[in-house]
């Protein structure tokens, strides 16, 4: 993969990771800790986890800081204490609308995705080139 790919893909994961982990946690009928979230999110594509687990941490600090998660820290049987994160009021509405915008956001780009290899009639001179 190259630099670049790797950009991209980071660049794209920071968004998308902060809706999913909402998803995520308001789906789930109990707070869950960023270990067995980051398990969920791996568990649900035949692919794994697209970024590295320990980027989810950051992601879930800053959805609380927000005010769209809260968190208890319990202790632990197996190790250190474990934080567990709940959406909050606000959290679960701004999820509706961050669902909103990424169906518009890709519906959009769905569509230039899909018309890129198509001829684009050129309106000024009316010839038809093929863009990629």
């Not at 920071?14 to 270990?35: E, H, R, V």
């Not at 968190?71 to 609308?97: I, L, M, N």
Request: charged share 25%.
């Amino acid at each position: 993969m190259s630099d670049l790919t790797r950009k991209f893909s980071k660049e794209l994961n920071s968004g998308t990771a902060a809706l999913a982990l909402l998803g995520i946690l308001i789906k789930s009928k109990k707070p869950m800790y960023g270990y067995e979230l980051g398990m969920q999110l791996a568990g649900i594509s035949d692919d794994g986890l697209p970024m590295n687990q320990g980027a989810l941490y950051p992601v879930l600090r800053s959805l609380e800081r927000a005010g769209l998660l809260s968190s208890q820290t319990e202790p632990s049987t197996s190790g250190p204490p474990r934080r567990y994160y709940s959406p909050t009021p606000e959290g679960k509405a701004e999820y509706r609308q961050w669902c909103l915008v990424w169906q518009q956001t890709r519906n959009w780009l769905d569509s230039v995705l899909e018309t890129r290899n198509e001829p684009t009639e050129n309106k000024r001179s009316g010839r038809t080139s093929s863009r990629s």
